[in-house]
């Protein structure tokens, strides 16, 4: 290696001013979920928002990489709308959510941002709608013990009948068909 191209090399690896230089490398986030984690008596004719803190490359916002689930499973909601403007996907339900049930938005790995890539994790973000007969939120709870009966404690730290995701069921149990196992 020549004296120059070796003294270019450490002007690179020192910065201009003689420092060593740092490239800090964000992970592409969720910054808010609407409705947001942990919310209860929402009103099932919402919408789901997800925005981001990158602009998204718009084929990676799919029915495969963004949706929403209940215990019934994944819920077919079409095509996720994207907005560049706001980084903010949007579900829209053709129908409205049923009462008192609790349903869970799933953003994949899937999803990549124009800057900083894609998603490094699976991220999930859930919600229960309003009963029928007003807002009453189920007993709250930290564990199955918690619950009265049959009924599991869900992510969102209220008592359910049925799972959602893995993360209703007590450690070590899947949730499939709405049911811990």
Same mark, same amino acid.
């Given at each position: 290696?020549?004296?120059?191209?070796?003294?270019?090399? %450490?002007?690179?690896?020192?910065?201009?001013?003689?420092?060593?230089?740092?490239?800090?490398?964000?992970?592409?986030?969720?910054?808010?979920?609407?409705?947001?984690?942990?919310?209860?008596?929402?009103?099932?004719?919402?919408?789901?928002?997800? %925005?981001?803190?990158?602009?998204?490359?718009?084929?990676?916002?799919?029915?495969?990489?963004?949706?929403?689930?209940?215990?019934?499973?994944?819920?077919?909601?079409?095509?996720?709308?994207?907005?560049?403007?706001?980084?903010?996907?949007?579900?829209?339900?053709? %129908?409205?959510?049923?009462?008192?049930?609790?349903?869970?938005?799933?953003?994949?790995?899937?999803?990549?941002?124009?800057?900083?890539?894609?998603?490094?994790?699976?991220?999930?973000?859930?919600?229960?709608?309003?009963?029928?007969?007003?807002?009453?939120?189920?007993?709250?709870?930290?564990?199955?013990?918690?619950?009265?009966?049959?009924?599991?404690?869900?992510?969102?730290? %209220?008592?359910?009948?049925?799972?959602?995701?893995?993360?209703?069921?007590?450690?070590?149990?899947?949730?499939?068909?709405?049911?811990?196992?």
């Amino acid at each position: 290696m020549t004296k120059a191209a070796l003294l270019f090399a %450490t002007t690179l690896a020192l910065g201009a001013c003689g420092e060593a230089t740092s490239v800090v490398v964000q992970p592409l986030r969720v910054i808010n979920w609407a409705p947001s984690s942990g919310a209860v008596c929402v009103d099932p004719g919402t919408r789901i928002l997800v %925005t981001f803190s990158d602009d998204l490359v718009a084929t990676s916002v799919t029915p495969q990489s963004l949706y929403l689930a209940s215990s019934s499973g994944r819920l077919d909601l079409g095509a996720p709308q994207y907005d560049k403007l706001t980084q903010t996907a949007r579900l829209q339900p053709t %129908t409205a959510l049923d009462f008192g049930r609790l349903y869970t938005i799933v953003v994949t790995t899937a999803v990549k941002g124009a800057r900083d890539g894609a998603l490094p994790v699976q991220l999930e973000s859930s919600f229960e709608t309003i009963q029928r007969i007003g807002c009453a939120p189920g007993p709250e709870c930290q564990h199955p013990s918690d619950c009265p009966g049959t009924q599991l404690c869900s992510s969102i730290g %209220t008592c359910i009948d049925a799972c959602v995701t893995d993360r209703d069921c007590p450690t070590g149990q899947s949730c499939a068909a709405g049911a811990c196992g």
